[in-house]
């Protein structure tokens, strides 16, 4: 494996990555580019899509890729919560109790139809997503860095699903909907997946990786953007504020603080990966639905009229606007540096 520096060229590295993942994974392109945001910003991806889209395959894939290990945990409703998380275990020989880790002790774990579990095992997963730790009889244990939790929810089949607890919703930072390939790339997959098989390659290492998440905490966002951001949130809990009155009846509950503080991490992640150390108006509006669709309570209004968050989330960003020069006000602070000097 070639070692490459991921604080020299940060983009290359993680272009290699993506090739390297898409020797297996064919297209899903957006759906590939957001896992690897929400890595870089040390998030958790929830994704909804029917199955065989290639979910499982792809981060089992990033995870050969980069050298880390990989849990994948089947979600049903017979499932307690030490099935994930780890219980203690009474050895006969020796006469004392020992710790049986579960299977969330992973660089990445996938949580494979999450909402099949009832909410005392979804809740399970609240401590290690947010603390990065779990607590067995009184006991802290942390859990391999980097941690990141995809979680997949099928939305064909009704019957025998629980809801997400709101709680553990506003925990992902983004939600993504996977969609079907297209004709072109659906033939590319069934000659890969009929074809021989291949090695891949790793091309980085975990510490590559915990090298890029600290380098995209210090990409630069203007403050320009943060506003954007908050404004943008606040309009999902009032949209009279920025004139649409017409959509608060539909929308019981917006976004929490989580929601720009998700906005802002994952725009630091997309620049990294397009090969900037600052962030763009256009990194931001890409990213908006992804982290806040999941965030919004629509009302019996909305659903009643076939309303989904995506189209509420469009009518927000048609009435607020991106700055378009976000990176001004740093550069008239460099100016009057040099000027001072």
Do not use: W
């Not at 792809?58 to 049903?76: E, H, N, Y």
């Not at 503080?261 to 090969?275: H, N």
């Not at 990194?283 to 009302?299: A, C, K």
């Amino acid at each position: 494996m070639e070692s490459l520096n991921a604080y020299n060229d940060p983009a290359k590295l993680m272009e290699r990555v993506l090739f390297e993942v898409k020797r297996v994974v064919v297209g899903q392109d957006k759906f590939l580019e957001r896992v690897m945001v929400a890595l870089l910003a040390e998030g958790h991806l929830l994704v909804e899509g029917v199955p065989g889209l290639a979910k499982t395959l792809t981060v089992k894939t990033l995870a050969s890729v980069v050298q880390g290990s990989f849990k994948r945990i089947q979600f049903t409703p017979d499932l307690v919560p030490a099935d994930l998380i780890g219980t203690r275990i009474f050895n006969q020989k020796t006469g004392e109790f020992a710790t049986s880790l579960g299977p969330v002790f992973a660089n990445l774990l996938l949580a494979d139809e999450i909402n099949r579990a009832p909410a005392k095992v979804q809740s399970a997963l609240l401590e290690v997503m947010q603390e990065r730790q779990v607590t067995i009889a009184g006991e802290t244990h942390k859990v391999p860095l980097p941690f990141v939790v995809m979680a997949t929810q099928n939305p064909i089949e009704t019957e025998g699903t629980y809801p997400l607890p709101e709680a553990q919703v506003d925990r992902f930072m983004m939600k993504v909907v996977v969609e079907y390939p297209n004709a072109d790339e659906e033939f590319v997959i069934a000659q890969r997946v009929t074809g021989e098989r291949f090695e891949l390659s790793p091309v980085a290492t975990l510490e590559a990786l915990a090298g890029l998440q600290k380098m995209c905490r210090e990409v630069y966002v203007d403050p320009a953007l943060v506003r954007y951001a908050v404004n943008v949130v606040v309009a999902t809990r009032d949209p009279v504020i920025c004139g649409l009155s017409d959509i608060k009846k539909y929308i019981t509950f917006g976004a929490s603080p989580r929601g720009t503080i998700g906005l802002v991490e994952a725009s630091r992640a997309l620049a990294l990966m397009r090969g900037r150390r600052y962030v763009l108006s256009e990194d931001m509006v890409d990213l908006v639905f992804d982290v806040l669709r999941h965030r919004l309570v629509l009302s019996y209004d909305a659903i009643a009229e076939g309303l989904t968050a995506d189209q509420l989330l469009g009518k927000i960003l048609g009435k607020i606007s991106a700055p378009s020069k976000p990176m001004q006000s740093k550069q008239e602070e460099t100016e009057r540096i040099q000027r001072a000097a």
